[in-house]
């Protein structure tokens, strides 16, 4: 069974920067899509960006032009790079790698003053 630790959540101001990170157990980030998603209080999990195994990248509109989410698959890790962040991107965020239907166990992003 594979792992996926997400880390690098915490409480930023906005118009802060935050880089989350999701390290996997296994050398699978290489042959599989994976993607955020995150989870605000009261709403539903939504999709945030995807990136695949040929590093083809896309993106939910609330997120393009802020954030980059990006692979580095000999440190079996994905990144999450979020700038320019607001109240309204808080939420927990979680990896998930897809076709394997892998989840992490999600990291806390609190954007306030």
């Known amino acids: 069974q594979v792992q996926l630790v997400e880390s690098g959540g915490g409480l930023v101001q906005p118009g802060g920067s935050l880089r989350l990170s999701c390290a996997a157990s296994?050398?699978?980030?290489?042959?599989?899509?994976v993607g955020w998603y995150r989870q605000a209080p009261g709403k539903q999990r939504e999709w945030v960006a995807t990136?695949?195994?040929?590093?083809?990248?896309n993106y939910a509109d609330s997120a393009k032009g802020r954030f980059t989410i990006s692979r580095d698959n000999a440190k079996n890790t994905v990144y999450l790079e979020m700038n320019s962040l607001k109240p309204e991107d808080t939420a927990v965020y979680y990896c998930?790698?897809?076709?394997?239907?892998?989840w992490g166990q999600g990291t806390q992003v609190t954007v306030s003053s």
């Open positions: 296994g050398s699978i980030f290489s042959m599989y899509t």
């Open positions: 990136i695949t195994n040929g590093a083809s990248t």
């Open positions: 998930y790698v897809f076709t394997l239907n892998y």
